[in-house]
Each structure stands twice: as C-alpha cells, then as structure tokens.
T-cell receptor, first 115, second 112 residues
C-alpha cells in the first residue's frame, strides 16, 4: 500500500493523558499536513512540514499540541494533557507540489476519544 | 473553514444531476479542489481547477469557476447511490504557504 498511513486508527484515552499519533506519508512527498476534523465540520488545518522543516505552526490549537518530522519522512502529532474537547478525527495528508498545485492525499485518520 | 462556505445538505434522485456550490474568499487562490469523503473513510481528491480556467470536465464531473464572484460548483451527472457522501470544496492559501483550506462540506444524499 503506497498511500498515506496513519496509526493508530482509533485511540481512547483518559483526560489528562498524553497521546501520540503517527503518519507515514507517500514516500516521495515532501509536504506533510496535519488537520483536525470534528463532527459536521470540514478539516481544520493544524500544521505542515516541508521536508523536516515545520513551516507553519501558529494554527496548532494550543501549546499542548506539537508535531515533529525529524527525518523528513514520517511525522508524529502529540497532544499533552488531553481534554474532552480534543476528541476528534486527526487527519494527515501529504503532497508533492508541482507547478504550485497542492494535490493532497489523505490518510484514513486517527479517531481520538477522550473520556 | 469559515473562509470557504458550502450548503450543508443536498438530496437528489438517482439518475438526476447534482450541483454542489461553494464560495471562497481568497481571490489569489491558484487552485480550487473538490474532495469526497465517504463514511469512515479519508478524503479523496475528486478533481481540481486552475484559477485561469472557467470550466473543467472529467467524465461525469463538471467544475465551473466564476472567479469574479468567487463561486465554484461541482456538477455530477447521472447521480448514483454510490455518490452519496460528503463533498468538500477547498481553496489554497496563496499567501505563500499553499495550504488547502476546506469548507464544512455538503452532504449529498441520493435516493432511488
């Protein structure tokens, strides 16, 4: 399977715990995006990487959210001290911009439930 | 996606055409996209249009772009029950970062 892979698919955690999600992009893609999607809403942009550089992180929802892409391949999204409001689907996408187009390929997401 | 607006629901009969509309705000967007999301699945890119085009056709899909009014539409001909899904319009943030920004999605329901 050469698509975008996200793990785990589902995560249930207790409030206050830390969680980490992993995204493996399509191998030749240099851009990687993280989005959050809540019920009835479209994907909400969180952050993105160009290779290993995190070029935009001002839209991360709070300082409890952080992301890394240490070698420019896979990425992790960590949420510290989870709150019930963090319950959502977390989507990862990757792209290889050609002539400006950012055709993004999405993974199936990680569904987080905070209890 | 408050910068991209879509109607939330559309119901059509199988075999009819569906038209899903979208308005966006960034006049400098270079590309505009339509994505499809089926229940429990990730987003799938259906088609996109470059901003210097008025229309793009791809099999049963027709995209119309009115750049003056910042209005984008997706027409699905001969709509089938398998087309039932949520359709998202997305514009690029052309402020240098080219980040796709999504609308809330239109839920298309196709009934026999």
């Amino acid at each position: 399977d050469t698509g975008v892979s996200q793990n785990p698919r589902h995560k249930i955690t207790k409030r206050g715990q830390n969680v980490t999600f992993r995204c493996d992009p399509i191998s030749e893609h240099n851009r990687l995006y993280w989005y959050r999607q809540t019920l009835g809403q479209g994907p909400e942009f969180l952050t993105y990487f160009q290779n290993e550089a995190q070029l935009e992180k001002s839209r991360l929802l709070s300082d409890r959210f952080s992301a890394e892409r240490p070698k420019g391949s896979f990425s992790t999204l960590e949420i510290q001290r989870t709150e019930q409001g963090d319950s959502a689907m977390y989507l990862c996408a990757s792209s290889l911009p050609v002539a400006g187009s950012t055709e993004a390929f999405f993974g199936q997401g990680t569904r987080l439930t905070v209890v | 996606g408050e910068d991209v607006e879509q109607s939330l629901f559309l119901s059509v009969r199988e075999g009819d055409s569906s038209v899903i509309n979208c308005t966006y705000t960034d006049s400098s967007s270079t590309y505009l996209y339509w994505y499809k999301q089926e229940p429990g699945a990730g987003l799938q890119l259906l088609t996109y249009i470059f901003s210097n085009m008025d229309m793009k056709q791809d099999q049963r899909l027709t995209v119309l772009l009115n750049k003056k009014d910042k209005h984008l539409s997706l027409r699905i001909a001969d709509t089938q029950t398998g087309d039932s899904a949520i359709y998202f319009c997305a514009e690029e943030d052309a402020g240098g970062s080219y980040i796709p920004t999504f609308g809330r999605g239109t839920s298309l329901i196709v009934h026999p």
